[in-house]
């Protein structure tokens, strides 16, 4: 469900010390240390100031690993030289320290003397009853010091002063005073901070930048560069570039780009970045190119620039009589100006009357529309305020909520990120969210119900009332997957007492805690690594909030698991959360629910983007009614013989390990284990599938290791095969001096002409391939390896290594086409050879044999040695630029770029919308569907598609209906039956993959069906037996109406008796 399973890392559990000796030490008027000077404070760390060699060594990848794929290197050893100070521990101040400290800055100071009451509860994680009374920063600071070893907590007293700043890389603000907000910011620019500003009252939340005079953007959007291949350049005053066919640039007017192995033209390579104007989707301009050499046709390629963007932000005195907006929803243009305004009102009312707005007050409400009135008029705003909408500001402004602290939590730490590092766009400079229709639209909340009742509910209670609390108590909720989203979503629900009044949380994850995972998944610590992810997490959450009703499992969703997870399991629940890492589990959970008529919170991360689906009964669409188009493959022909991109040659090398370490190994396993049905089950596969699974057999079997030495021999003889014979056969069919029968050289465009390779018992990758391959070969046979390169060096120098010549007639295809072509050629005779030599095999000595499965994140286990050699080799064959281990892992493994701060977003949208099913909302315009990429940033929302009707005769219906038949009826009978009781004639009817009846099936076939009962029929199909917790069966049927026309139909629950 998350992550991947992989040995126990060496990851020692480190608990951060607290840097002062007490327990509020002032701020400091002398730089720690290792403190970044001031200078280097003004131009964001993209300066050429050296970082501490402690700070710039090695960024711990077993850790960061996913972090960094969004962030980079670069970014990230930015951020571990920056001192963050943080001003107000409300739970929306932990949840962006929480985000910091993960991220992995130098140190974060926290200043928060408030005492804890048990209204902080509510959205405060890391308090308890036990820490009423003490002050909110040193409460939870020990907690917080646990999240990253490499990060310092500290506590520190307020006030913070001029001198205490300086020391600081960026100022964050929650929750605090206009006037304080007001004091910092300009404190913070005469210092040359960056300034974050944020507050959550309620449904409502701000937040404010402010990086100086100039801040520079390094990145503003964290897509990789782009880069495609050439056909051609013009040589003109305005040249225009023309990409190969098909082959879309993707770039954008004012995009700079670079240009590299470029033939006649030459000038262009490596050349000054280039501003370019799109012409259209296959050619831009570059400007004067009249002076350069002319092109000469043979490829080339364009790489896109990242360039330095500066930023000129203007101080918060300023910037809030006259404000700039991100706008987060436009369904609500004017709503970011009437909420300036509100938040404004808000300080003055507490600034008046020493406290908020009491919760659904109308007195206070009242007072709140006056003063708002009274700012507009004195400060001369052209705003007409919204009464209806600073009504409710004022109803629930006094109310905190865990989800709306995750979602503006994880905002700012992203911005705090930004500000450290460079990295992706601020926001400039104001930003305003609401979740107003999480409220019903009548309001008819009465202040009563929403009155304190003095327990850790308060603030929510403040916000929608007791009723609703006790709603979310009674909820039966099924949490699917404890990684990344699950932490978030689990924390979440504790804070918001789901579960927690009569009610239950199930959460299950069948992974085990990686180290990968700590950088993220919030819930977990060093010391927890190879324990359940499921276990671990509810044990925590019963910690943040001993009432929650929290049970964990261990199992993975699937049909595996319906025995479990049956019909008396599914119909108990309320709804289930998603919090899964894979499509196929996604959409598994979907048809659950469907058929279940359970609503469902989806969500998914990818980076800085984030998105949300809310799938509600009878209403909207599911999650599998519309899904992204299949990732683009690599034609086979291009991975086998014309790479040109790194992904292509890692692609091919995680090709070759499974099919040197997993698939022979399987093949042979199952050959030992049966090997007539082995034979048999081959002899039925299409194309050379037979030829290649047997080969793969004989050599696992007949030319097996014995020994160390000989698995050394078998990877340098591979080696051999791989990098220098099979490129001199493939040059010996295509010449480097080649034409096409059209006249252009063969080896131009993507066909990249290689270079046969001399194996260099010097050179590391040479050697990296063959000490990983022999160890690789050693593990599936259970035979010792060994580590020691001189070792082995030793024994590749005694190898003789056949020499080769290239052989005429070999045919080598050059489109995927000409290889299935040539796939039905088979070779019979040595398909029967192979077998014959496998007869004679004797395995009576007990042989092991182990298949590898692929495992990213150890790097103990020669699994990314290999790959990465592998490519490495392949694209110095084909003089592709290599790249390095980390780049690597990322493709080659397929992994998911993550971060905590989208994680922390996206789980909040998902609870908001939770707050909408419990009060049983059911209308689309009180749903949102969300989209979210914190790099620019950008927020959408919409309401949910609607379910999409069908018809048939006169009767509507959608995914969400269905034909409910009670059994046991026979085959002849459920036919009649919807012949007389729906005028349909069915044509078809299956069950899963088993057709059961056709109009077109044999008669005599159908004649022996008829009279069956409906499971007996199944039984009979499908060759498998009804499991005892299975009491109803699902038919699809293919129909026709009365005319004979086609009909859609919905599908049948066949309950059995």
């Known amino acids: 469900m998350s992550g991947a399973d992989g040995a126990r890392p060496d990851f020692p559990a480190k608990r951060r010390r607290l840097a002062s000796p007490h327990p509020h030490p002032p701020l400091p008027t002398q730089p720690p240390a290792n403190s970044r000077p001031a200078a280097e404070m003004a131009n964001n760390g993209s300066a050429s100031a050296p970082a501490p060699a402690a700070a710039v060594a090695d960024i711990d990848e ?58 902080d509860l509510s959205s405060q994680f890391y308090l308890s009853a036990g820490d009423v009374g003490k002050g909110r920063a040193a409460a939870c600071a020990p907690h917080l010091s646990q999240l990253n070893r490499y990060v310092e907590v500290r506590v520190a007293e307020g006030p913070v002063s001029e001198a205490q700043l300086r020391h600081f890389r960026v100022l964050v603000l929650a929750g605090q005073p206009l006037a304080e907000q007001l004091r910092l910011a300009a404190v913070a620019r005469d210092c040359g901070l960056e300034f974050v500003a944020a507050d959550t009252r309620g449904l409502f939340s701000q937040v404010f930048t402010d990086f100086g005079d100039e801040f520079v953007v390094l990145d503003p959007n964290g897509e990789p560069p782009l880069s495609v291949m050439i056909a051609g350049v013009s040589r003109d005053t305005d040249g225009v570039v023309t990409c190969l ?53 043979g490829g080339g390629i364009v790489s896109q620039v990242k360039m330095p963007k500066k930023m000129t932000f203007r101080s918060m005195k300023d910037s809030i009589k006259a404000p700039e907006f991100i706008i987060t929803d436009f369904g609500k243009m004017d709503y970011p100006q009437q909420l300036h305004v509100a938040f404004l009102t808000l300080h003055k009312f507490e600034e008046m009357y020493g406290r908020s707005p009491r919760p659904s007050n109308q007195e206070d409400a009242h007072e709140f529309i006056n003063l708002a009135k009274d700012h507009v008029k004195n400060s001369q705003i052209d705003v007409e305020i919204n009464e209806e909408l600073f009504d409710t500001f004022s109803k629930v402004s006094a109310g905190d909520l865990s989800p709306m602290n995750a979602i503006i939590g994880g905002v700012v730490a992203q911005e705090v990120m930004k500000a450290c590092s460079g990295k992706f766009t601020p926001i400039y400079q104001w930003l305003y969210f609401d979740a107003i229709e999480c409220l019903p639209k009548d309001r008819t909340t009465v202040e009563s119900d929403c009155a304190p009742r003095g327990n850790r509910y308060d603030a929510q209670v403040a916000v929608f009332g007791n009723d609703i609390q006790n709603k979310l108590g009674a909820l039966r909720y099924f949490v699917v997957g404890a990684g990344a989203i699950g932490c978030e979503l689990l924390k979440n629900f504790a804070m918001m007492g789901v579960g927690a009044r009569g009610g239950q949380v199930t959460v299950t994850d069948m992974d085990l805690i990686e180290k990968s995972n700590l950088n993220r998944q919030f819930l977990f610590r060093p010391h927890d690594v190879q324990k359940p992810k499921s276990a671990t997490a509810a ?177 340098r003889q591979h080696w051999e095969g791989q990098y220098s014979n099979q490129i001199k056969q493939l040059l010996y069919n295509f010449p480097p001096d080649k034409d096409t029968t059209s006249g252009q050289p063969f080896w131009s465009g993507p066909k990249r002409c290689p270079t046969p390779l001399e194996f260099d018992v010097e050179e590391e990758m040479h050697m990296d391939y063959v000490v990983a391959g022999a160890n690789l070969l050693a593990q599936v046979y259970a035979i010792p390896g060994s580590r020691d390169r001189k070792y082995v060096a030793r024994l590749i120098t005694a190898i003789e290594v ?126 949102k569907n969300g989209f979210v990429n914190l790099a620019l940033p950008f927020f959408g929302f919409s309401d949910p598609i609607a379910a999409p009707k069908l018809t048939f005769y006169d009767n509507e219906w959608t995914l969400w209906d269905r034909f409910e038949v009670a059994g046991e009826l026979t085959l002849q009978q459920f036919l009649d039956y919807f012949k007389n009781e729906h005028r349909l004639e069915i044509t078809m009817l299956s069950q899963g993959i088993c057709m059961l009846y056709s109009f077109f099936m044999p008669k005599s076939k159908c004649e022996e069906r008829l009279g069956l009962p409906m499971s007996e029929v199944v039984v009979k199909v499908s060759k498998r037996k009804l499991e005892p917790h299975v009491k109803a069966l699902v038919f699809e049927l293919c129909c026709n109406d009365i005319d004979g026309n086609d009909v859609e139909v919905p599908y049948v629950r066949y309950t059995l008796p």
């Open 62 to 119: 077993g850790l960061y690993s996913r972090q960094l794929y969004v962030l980079g290197h670069e970014a990230m050893r930015r951020m571990a030289r920056a001192d963050v100070l943080l001003v107000g521990l409300s739970g929306l101040g932990l949840e962006v320290a929480k985000n910091v400290a993960l991220a992995g800055v130098r140190s974060v100071t926290l200043v928060d003397d408030t005492p804890v009451s048990i209204g």
């Open 245 to 297: 066919d098909d082959t879309r640039h993707g770039f954008e007017d004012g995009d700079h780009v670079t240009f590299t192995e470029i033939k006649g033209m030459v000038e262009l390579n490596g050349c000054e970045p280039r501003k370019i104007k799109v012409l259209g989707p296959y050619t831009f301009s570059i400007g004067d190119t009249s002076g350069l050499s002319d092109y000469i046709p």
């Open 539 to 715: 044990a925590v959450i019963k910690q943040m909030n001993p009432e929650i009703n929290i049970v964990s499992q261990n199992n993975r969703v699937g049909p595996e698991t319906e025995n479990f997870y049956n019909d008396a399991f599914f119909e108990e629940l309320d709804g289930v959360a998603n919090a899964l890492d894979n499509i196929d589990a996604r959409i598994y959970m979907d048809r659950r629910c469907v058929y279940y008529r359970k609503p469902l919170l989806e969500s998914g991360t990818l980076g800085t983007k984030g998105n949300t689906q809310v799938v509600v009964p009878f209403l909207t669409e599911s999650y599998s009614s519309s899904q992204d188009p299949p990732e683009k493959s690599i034609p086979i022909c291009t991975l086998k013989n014309f790479p040109n991109a790194i992904e292509h040659t890692l692609q091919w090398a995680r090709d070759e390990f499974e099919g040197l370490f997993k698939q022979a190994a399987e093949h042979a396993a199952m050959y030992l284990a049966d090997p007539s049905g082995f034979l048999s089950r081959v002899s039925n596969s299409s194309g050379s599938q037979p030829l290649e699974a047997l080969d793969s057999v004989k050599k696992a079997l007949i030319q097996r290791p014995h020994s160390f030495e000989d698995c050394v021999v078998w990877a």
């Open 802 to 927: 056949p020499k080769f010549s290239p052989v005429s007639g070999i045919k080598i295809a050059i489109t995927d086409a000409q290889l299935m072509q040539n796939s039905d050629d088979l070779d019979q005779d040595r398909i029967s050879d192979i077998i014959s030599e496998l007869a004679t095999l004797d395995c009576s000595g007990g042989l092991t044999i182990t298949p590898l499965e692929f495992e990213k994140d150890d790097d103990s286990n020669f699994h990314m040695d290999f790959i990465v050699a592998a490519s490495n080799l392949r694209a110095t064959n084909y003089k592709i630029t290599p790249v390095d281990r980390h780049q690597s892992k990322l493709i080659a493994g397929k992994i998911i770029p993550a971060i905590a701060t989208t994680t922390s977003v996206v789980a909040g949208l998902v609870c908001l919308e939770l707050y909408k099913l419990a009060q049983g909302f059911r209308t689309l315009d009180g749903f």
